[in-house]
């Protein structure tokens, strides 16, 4: 399988490439951009990156190219090629983690659980997780629950988390779902509720869904995006 995927891979980057290759030494940066926000791509997909600014880094020195695309143009293409790849079995893995999500959220009502991340964009791909926001005071409470109602926890850790210029952590818990899913449940506390965090791939506010919002989504239209429109 995953032999499979790296052939998959490669021959999706010699085909970019080569469309690639027809462009004149006068070619815009917005061509060596996508370039290089495709490699990026690439890597996060093949999992060997993990972070944005990394795949970005590594792709431009294997390209010989020193601009650098916006984490956005990077999302557009890991979106392209999980759309390339996986096709009609991508929207079912969606629906499927989405109604996953909400299972879990209902079990986290209490804590006002919010969906976010890939799953709630609308982006998710073969290698994503569930990821949800709740909001407690004391964590144990939250890892209480799940192990309650039969939730496989993986391991748990704090993680900091900047706020405003401020240092700060949140708690964060991993799930593995029978269906193989992973979940990962940051706790904040419960004064952070109000607060608003922008996106740092698509520069929009993180709004997320709440439990009543994602049972719209799931009756309304499950394949529902929420990425929002490129300024013109």
């Known amino acids: 399988m995953k032999q499979h995927l790296n052939l998959l891979l490669r021959h999706l980057a010699k085909q970019f490439s080569a469309n690639c290759g027809k462009m004149t030494p006068n070619s815009s940066s917005r061509l060596l951009r996508k370039r290089v926000a495709r490699e990026a791509a690439l890597l996060l997909y093949s999992s060997q990156e993990k972070e944005y600014k990394q795949a970005k880094e590594r792709a431009a020195e294997t390209l010989g190219i020193r601009v650098l695309p916006t984490n956005r143009e990077v999302a557009e293409e890991l979106d392209a090629i999980a759309e390339e790849l996986e096709g009609r079995n991508r929207q079912n893995r969606l629906i499927r983690m989405r109604k996953e999500a909400l299972d879990i959220m209902c079990v986290l009502k209490s804590f006002h659980p919010k969906l976010v991340g890939s799953v709630w964009r609308g982006t998710a791909h073969r290698n994503s997780d569930i990821d949800i926001a709740v909001f407690s005071e004391d964590p144990n409470l939250v890892v209480n629950v799940l192990n309650s109602k039969g939730f496989r926890i993986e391991k748990t850790e704090f993680a900091p988390t900047p706020e405003r210029g401020k240092a700060g952590a949140s ?7 029978p269906s193989g899913d992973e ?15 922008r996106c740092e791939i698509y520069g929009d506010t993180i709004k997320g869904l709440d439990i009543e919002g994602l049972r719209k989504v799931l009756a309304e239209n499950p394949l529902q995006t929420f990425v929002p429109k490129r300024r013109s």
């Open 183 to 197: 979940v990962e449940v940051v706790i904040r506390d419960p004064e952070q509720r109000s607060l608003r965090y």
């Open 171 to 177: 708690f964060h818990v991993f799930v593995r779902l």
